[in-house]
């Protein structure tokens, strides 16, 4: 896997016209909304500052980033420090993963996902947690082929269709890197 998951490489994303426009434009996709919690298309008016002021209130290590595959942008991901699903103690991120719409299903997911473990393990991440919607296989298989493991499901009311969103919850935990947030615990709070 490590030759394949070599041709992605990461571009941070930065609070810049340009690049909140790449992202609102994925996002608007029509697979990308039905895949989404939240399925309202995105306005510039309100998507321009939504993006300054929420995008980037994590730490820079965590800041989102674009996936380039040979310098052109593939992909979007987005990580935010949640606690662990489990209860472990170790630093633990939320993933969210867009995929360009002109580059779905080249299997280009997985090696982007794959890849983003190792940019994540090498900034002192623990574990990567994913809430997939249970209608996403495409993210379902991507998410599992790289080794997360289901932990469970859960019907969430979505507030905006008001219906009940049946969603699956997947964890990856990866190895501890030299200096990570944890200390090098993970390895024996590993199951
Ligand atoms: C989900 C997503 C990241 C997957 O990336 P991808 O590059 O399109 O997926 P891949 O080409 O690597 O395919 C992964 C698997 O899903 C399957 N797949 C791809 N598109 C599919 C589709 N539309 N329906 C069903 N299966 C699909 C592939 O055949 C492959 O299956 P395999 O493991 O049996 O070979 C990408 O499609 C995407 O960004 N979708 C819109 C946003 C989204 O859903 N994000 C995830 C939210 S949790």
Redesign the pocket.
């Known amino acids: 896997m490590f030759s394949e998951v070599s041709l992605i490489s990461f571009e941070m994303c930065l609070p810049i016209e340009e690049h909140a426009l790449t992202v609102m434009t994925w996002r608007n996709?029509p697979?990308?909304l039905s895949?989404?919690f939240h399925r309202g298309p995105k306005l510039w008016e309100t998507f321009w500052p939504e993006f300054q002021e929420t995008y980037f209130l994590n730490p820079p290590e965590l800041h989102p980033v674009f996936a380039l595959l040979e310098g052109r942008r593939i992909?979007f991901l987005k990580f935010n420090p949640v606690p662990h699903p489990l209860g472990l103690p170790r630093l633990t991120v939320d993933i969210?993963?867009?995929?360009?719409?002109a580059?779905?299903?080249?299997?280009?997911?997985?090696?982007?996902?794959a890849a983003s473990l190792e940019h994540l393990r090498t900034r002192g991440v623990g574990s990567v947690f994913?809430?997939?919607?249970a209608h996403?296989?495409?993210?379902?298989?991507?998410?599992t082929?790289v080794g997360f493991m289901p932990i469970g499901t859960s019907d969430k009311l979505n507030p905006d269709t008001r219906e009940t969103d049946h969603v699956h919850q997947f964890v990856a935990e990866l190895a501890a890197g030299v200096g990570g947030a944890d200390g090098g615990s993970s390895r024996d709070a590993k199951t």
């Open positions: 996709d697979t990308t895949m989404s992909g969210s993963i867009n995929i360009a719409p580059f779905r299903a080249k299997g280009l997911g997985r090696k982007v996902i994913a809430e997939v919607l996403n296989e495409a993210s379902i298989k991507s998410f082929a």
